[in-house]
């Protein structure tokens, strides 16, 4: 995982704690509990993040399926294969989301 977590989501979890390691144990069993490999469970809570407009979520994921492999080239089609699903406008907005972060790595 990352070590770069947003300040506000290590806030919440130095704040509360006991809920903080629910949110760590859910992540880490619904990760383990499937034959969906790390980098492409990445680019899926990707699509998810773009879904919900949430950038944080999005740079995240993309970030994190980046540090598992997953060339810039995935990050951006797992984007536009859902716009039939959540529309162009938002498949945009997400699209540079994942430039903050691909042009970061740079």
């Known amino acids: 995982m990352s070590d770069e977590l947003p300040e506000h989501y290590v806030s919440i979890r130095k704040r509360f704690k006991e809920f903080g390691n629910a949110l760590n144990d859910l992540g880490k ?4 509990s499937g034959p969906i490999d790390h ?6 809570q990707l699509a ?3 879904a919900i407009r949430s950038e944080g979520a999005v740079h995240s994921h993309a970030r994190r399926a980046l540090e598992l ?3 810039p080239d995935e990050l951006y089609h797992s984007l536009i294969l859902i ?3 959540i529309g162009f406008p938002n498949v945009a ?6 430039d903050d972060i691909v042009m970061e790595k740079k």
């Open 29 to 32: 069993i619904t990760d383990e």
């Open 39 to 44: 980098k492409n469970s990445h680019l899926i």
């Open 48 to 50: 998810a993040s773009a």
């Open 69 to 71: 492999g997953a060339s």
């Open 83 to 85: 716009t039939s699903t």
């Open 93 to 98: 907005a997400a699209i540079s989301w994942v």
